[in-house]
């Protein structure tokens, strides 16, 4: 007893040392990371040999490797602004949130098999935690920001508890101007700089979020159009921008305004890799077929057109010359070799070089299926179908005048537009239909805009993230198009930001709609967050959808899950564990503050697997471990003798059970247990598997 009583003492002992992996081990990593962090790990894995053996950089080589192809200079052209060096930090810093299921939500028939996402949750952190499973994985970004008009709300906001010395040292900068940052996250700031620090860590980890063809849309007015231009080109590079969108919001200005009124807004259009990207679609058409009105006083409408190839204004069988060129003022494009059309199909030579949107095996593939089309200027347009929803007058339309919908609505068909890309107006009024209110939230995006701007990717089945998801404009957008014929799934991210708070600091017109947003929420026995709306408002959506669309198989659910810090006290006593102080037992400080659901989701989205992982819980002798791939998961306390027994039969027994790592949660086990299984599994090397078992224990 008394040997078995050291040994129990001794294993406490190395218990303690070896605490260090999940949050704690997160915690101490972050004190070591400097604003060029991801940078320096690329540069080791790439040019390892142009480092000294104390870790430090040597310049000189590196020149080296690069003096017969680039020209390296101290001088470049790039945006400058407070804080920079301090968004590039926060980039590299790690999360300490964890993810919190909503079960309830989660379990519910039209949710458990959803692969749709919504993250309640500041969006750094959001993003943070999605790059560990989604890295490379989202083809289609868009988001609309805080504009920084100075009516908006926005003010910088980002909490991270550096000291004065703390961050002069990280980003080596003088205790004065570390300073006057500090106090731009610490007062809230609604400056250039501080728009711009909000802004850059975000889209320097959207763009690591992206696949190499992916795309980003931001919405942004002239506040900050110019900035946001600067900012991406920093992020994606000057060659990556792709367009800069004009969308008509309203249209016209108010009568009142003692000044130009701005109509329109912008959306910023950068892609992960331009060589890569196959461009955006511009033109559309509807199922009809029906051939174009030749007397369109436009001379290129392309709004209804048939399948196959013709020419829209010359005749139906001719042959365009190498060396002549297709649409001088869109393209530019010079054939090199001849063009022929007959009978209104490509009979010759697909081989055409030029500065084509699409590849050559896409134009092939397209002429084939009838895709291409012609116009006046001889421009190659490739024909794809408009989406079914047409905007608020086709929705209103269809509803009818069906009391039995449960939706709010009365309207003027004449004065509705059915076509076009929806205007701030239509967005507000889609708020009325669903929510049976206007005005919960300021300036919303129209479905009609989202469902356009999704279409034009081309894609039929791609993963769309908005991490400023706000009433959830694009959720409604993505299972629009999948009830149609779409496979797309989202990934929202939005901030459940305390409006109780809010309505407290908030005066005018916006106390007003943040008490109605609040009288709404109470309604409908909501807490007072402003994610809750957006949760609502996919719901609601999802719901009118199925009805339009009664055989519709789309995936209309979605999972739920909310990012928590854990409470300062729990990290204080992770930081400073002694097993003595607790009378020689082991407490459960994570696992008690949000239970094994949430610890699992957590190591899950970190280990690769995603938030929607299809892991399996496995009753070994009464005790619950969870399997997936090649992860066993082993979390609650208690474990016994028959439950390691049963671990180990498993792994001997059954041939598709072959988990390579077993990750343990460390309050949970006392040493000997923990040896106990170590030794166990150890075998399994000299068995017919031969497979070497790694321990990972986390806390």
């Known amino acids: 007893t008394i040997i078995r009583g050291r040994k129990y003492l001794i294993g406490l002992f190395y218990q303690k040392i070896i605490i260090q992996i999940m949050i704690k081990d997160i915690i101490n990593s972050n004190e070591a990371v ?9 540069l080791k894995e790439n040019f390892p040999a142009c480092f000294k053996e104390d870790g430090s ?21 790039e945006l400058k602004f407070l804080g920079k060096n301090y968004a590039r930090l926060l980039t590299s810093v790690d999360t300490t949130t964890v993810v919190v299921p909503d079960e309830e939500h989660n379990n519910k028939p039209e949710n458990k098999d959803s692969q749709n996402i919504y993250i309640s949750g500041d969006n750094l952190d959001g993003l943070k935690q999605l790059l560990k499973s989604y890295q490379g994985k989202v083809k289609c970004i868009y988001i609309d920001p805080p504009y920084n008009t100075g009516s908006d709300g926005f003010v910088y906001n980002d909490n991270f508890n550096f000291t004065i010395e703390e961050l002069a040292t990280k980003l080596s900068i003088d205790e004065e101007d570390a300073k006057r940052i500090l106090d731009l996250t610490k007062r809230g700031s609604a400056s250039h700089s501080a728009w711009l620090m909000f802004m850059y860590p975000r889209l320097l980890l959207a763009k690591d979020l992206l696949t190499n063809d992916g795309v980003i849309f931001i919405s942004i007015d002239d506040n900050e159009c110019h900035n946001l231009k600067l900012l991406c080109d920093d992020v994606f590079l000057e060659e990556n921008f792709v367009a800069e969108l004009t969308w008509e919001k309203k249209k016209k200005g108010s009568y009142l305004a003692n000044d130009i009124t701005n109509i329109k807004e912008s959306i910023v259009v950068y892609s992960r890799n331009k060589l890569s990207f196959n461009g955006l679609i511009g033109e559309i058409n509807t199922n009809e077929e029906t051939y174009p ?11 209804h057109i048939p399948a196959g190839i013709m020419s829209k204004y010359r005749e139906k069988n001719f042959t365009m010359k190498a060396g002549e060129i297709i649409s001088d003022t869109t393209m530019n494009l010079v054939l090199k070799s001849d063009l022929v059309i007959k009978d209104g199909i490509l009979v010759q030579n697909l081989d055409i070089e030029g500065n084509w949107r699409y590849g050559q095996d896409a134009m092939a593939e397209y002429a084939k299926k009838g895709e291409l089309y012609i116009t006046q200027d001889l421009y190659l347009r490739r024909i794809v179908n408009e989406p079914r929803y047409k905007g608020l007058k086709d929705l209103l339309l269809r509803l009818g005048e069906n009391e039995e919908s449960g939706y709010s609505y009365s309207f003027d068909a004449n004065n509705l537009q059915a076509s076009g890309w929806g205007s701030n107006e239509d967005a507000d009024e889609e708020q009325r239909i669903l929510f049976g209110e206007q005005g919960l939230m300021t300036y919303p995006k129209p479905v009609l805009l989202m469902m356009k701007l999704l279409t034009s990717v081309r894609d039929e089945r791609m993963t769309i993230c908005d991490f400023f998801s706000g009433s959830g404009t694009t959720a409604e957008a993505v299972m629009r198009l999948n009830a149609n014929r779409n496979k797309h799934r989202f990934i929202m991210i939005q901030l459940p930001e305390d409006l109780d708070k809010s309505y407290v600091s908030a005066s005018g017109d916006e106390k007003k709609r943040i008490k109605k947003l609040v009288n709404y929420l109470d309604s409908n026995n909501r807490v007072h967050k402003l994610d809750q709306l957006g949760i609502e408002r996919i719901i609601r959506a999802a719901k009118m959808i199925k009805e339009e669309n009664p055989d519709t198989t789309a995936d209309l659910g979605f999972k739920h899950y909310t990012l928590e810090e854990p409470n300062r006290t729990t990290l204080d006593k992770l930081e400073k564990f002694v097993p003595e102080d607790q009378g020689m037992v082991l407490t459960n400080d994570i696992l008690t503050d949000f239970g094994t659901q949430t610890v699992l989701t957590t190591w899950l989205v970190r280990d690769g697997y995603g938030f929607n992982a299809d892991v399996k819980a496995i009753d070994f002798e009464g005790y619950i471990g969870y399997y997936i791939d090649k992860h066993l998961y082993l979390i609650d306390a208690n474990i016994t003798d028959a439950a390691i027994a049963a671990i180990v039969d498993k792994y001997e ?10 990750v343990i949660f460390g309050y949970s086990f006392i040493w000997t247990k923990t040896e106990e299984l170590k030794m166990n599994l150890a075998r399994l090397k000299d068995t017919e598997k031969n497979l070497r078992i790694n321990f990972d224990i986390r806390y």
Do not use: W
């Not at 590196?62 to 470049?76: A, H, I, P, Q, R």
């Open 34 to 42: 400097l604003p060029n962090t991801k940078q320096i790990e690329v």
């Open 57 to 77: 950089f040597d310049i000189e080589r590196f020149k080296e490797y690069l003096n017969d192809s680039l020209m390296v200079t101290n001088e470049g052209y």
């Open 293 to 303: 009105c030749i007397n369109a006083s436009n001379g290129r409408d392309v709004r």
């Open 653 to 662: 027994m059954d041939g598709n059970f072959n988990a390579e790592n077993v």
